[in-house]
T-cell receptor, first 113, second 116 residues
Framework: NAGVTQTPKFRVLKTGQSMTLLCAQD?????MYWYRQDPGMGLRLIHY???????AKGEVPDGYNVSRLKKQNFLLGLESAAPSQTSVYFC????????????FGAGSRLTVL | AQTVTQSQPEMSVQEAETVTLSCTYD???????LFWYKQPPSRQMILVIR??????QNATENRFSVNFQKAAKSFSLKISDSQLGDAAMYFC?????????????FGTGTRLQVTL
């Protein structure tokens, strides 16, 4: 099925370890986003991209890096994981114009011990 | 910066009854989009309904409808004939139609329980 695929779905890390979350979409969407969801705080934007080779900071970018080398992929990296980064991460994408809504991935639950 | 406020952390409704979830937002823009998303226990974010600010008519989708009050910056969701499958977290969200990436700003969510 067409959509947004996130890998991995679950991961447990130790403090200081690094990891990369992969988001892949097959809908030829220009815009892609990474959000984190924490209890009582809704979804907050980490980073986003308006096209291949471009990225920008969102509301809570500290401790994360991103890359968009290919239009269909948007990677979220944690160079040195901290317990404060324990969260559920959502990737989303959409077309660049109109009222087109976000298509979300199924989420990735990350626990940092 | 735009903000979205959902003042009801939890709501409960009996099956077949009607419930209204509240949402207010703050913006200086005149043109924008508003959304309600549903997040069931599966964690998947599902679009429930959307509203364009330039449209005066309230959006409806089957049992879901909104009360959009632009001057009051209010965007409430009404669920009629509630079903057990409506139990979920509901998020209100705001987006500008233009601007860099037109990012979506979410409220903190309302957890809806549906009882028999």
């Amino acid at each position: 099925n067409a959509g947004v695929t996130q890998t991995p779905k679950f991961r447990v890390l130790k403090t200081g370890q690094s990891m990369t979350l992969l988001c892949a979409q097959d809908m030829n969407h220009e815009y892609m986003y990474w959000y984190r969801q924490d209890p009582g705080m809704g979804l907050r934007l980490i980073h986003y991209s308006v096209g291949e080779g471009t990225t920008a900071k969102g509301e809570v970018p500290d401790g994360y890096n991103v890359s968009r080398l290919k239009k269909q992929n948007f990677l979220l990296g944690l160079e040195s994981a901290a317990p404060s980064q324990t969260s559920v991460y959502f990737c989303a994408s959409r077309q660049s114009s109109g009222a087109n809504v976000l298509t979300f991935g199924a989420g990735s639950r990350l626990t940092v011990l | 910066a735009q903000t979205v406020t959902q003042s009801q952390p939890e709501m409960s409704v009996q099956e077949a009854e009607t419930v209204t979830l509240s949402c207010t937002y703050d913006t200086s823009e005149s043109d924008y989009y508003l959304f309600w998303y549903k997040q069931p226990p599966s964690r998947q974010m599902i679009l429930v309904i959307r509203q364009e600010a330039y449209k005066q008519q309230n959006a409806t989708e089957n049992r879901f409808s909104v009360n959009f009050q632009k001057a009051a910056k209010s965007f409430s969701l009404k669920i009629s004939d509630s079903q057990l499958g409506d139990a979920a977290m509901y998020f209100c969200a705001y987006r500008q139609p233009t601007g860099t990436a037109s990012k979506l700003t979410f409220g903190t969510g309302t957890r809806l329980q549906v009882t028999l």
